[in-house]
């Protein structure tokens, strides 16, 4: 089972303001439910708040410090990003990192593949993916999309996978 990080961001890695994303992309997100469903996601507790609800058709796994506070109906909580990995493995299928920023970092040494959707975006944002030392990675797929009524800006979803160097 493969571990895939997938994010949107932004040209200076925003990915997050205010506890949203600084976009909207409906084809971004409709590539997102495909990528997702049926899988096993995983998301740190303020991506969780952040859609406020379990996402349908995938086990959702929320890292928290405090998993006794996650109430929510088809959510799993757990106290760390391994265990969460553990108990998504269980599935025998690829496993999604889907945020936020905390989460990301600790993954990032940890992932197989990412799936980034890079916006033409140079706004403000308050949170951010972390640095990415490219020798690591390479393209293997790329899609653009263009601003329209359904996309506030450009963007491209680009498959990368690990270097197996």
Same mark, same amino acid.
């Given at each position: 089972?493969? =571990? %895939? ?18 976009? !909207?992309?409906?084809?971004?997100? @409709?590539?997102? @439910?495909?990528?997702?469903?049926? +899988?096993?996601?995983?998301?740190? *507790? /303020?991506?969780?708040?952040? &859609?406020? /609800?379990?996402?349908?058709? *995938? ?8 998993? #006794? !506070? &996650? ?10 990003? #391994? /265990?969460?990995? #553990? @108990?998504?493995?269980?599935?025998? %299928? ?24 890079? =916006? ?20 293997? #797929?790329? %899609? ?5 009524? /359904?996309?506030? +800006?450009?963007? @491209?979803?680009?498959?990368?996978? *690990?270097?197996?160097?």
């Amino acid at each position: 089972m493969a =571990v %895939k990080m997938i994010v949107a961001m932004g040209n200076q890695n925003q990915i997050g303001l205010n506890g949203t994303m600084p976009w !909207n992309l409906a084809d971004d997100l @409709k590539q997102f @439910k495909q990528l997702t469903l049926g +899988h096993p996601i995983i998301m740190g *507790r /303020k991506t969780f708040d952040s &859609i406020g /609800k379990a996402l349908p058709g *995938r086990l959702n796994i929320v890292v928290t410090s405090n998993p #006794e !506070n &996650i109430n929510a109906f088809e959510v799993c909580p757990v106290s760390s990003l #391994e /265990k969460a990995i #553990e @108990k998504a493995n269980l599935l025998q %299928k690829d496993v999604f990192i889907i945020g936020g920023a905390t989460l990301y970092q600790q993954a990032l040494a940890l992932a197989d593949q990412m799936i980034i959707s890079h =916006v033409e975006y140079d706004g403000p944002a308050d949170t951010f993916f972390p640095q990415i030392n490219w020798q690591n990675w390479n393209m293997t #797929e790329q %899609k653009i999309f263009h601003q329209d009524s /359904k996309n506030d +800006h450009p963007f @491209k979803i680009v498959l990368y996978t *690990r270097n197996t160097k």
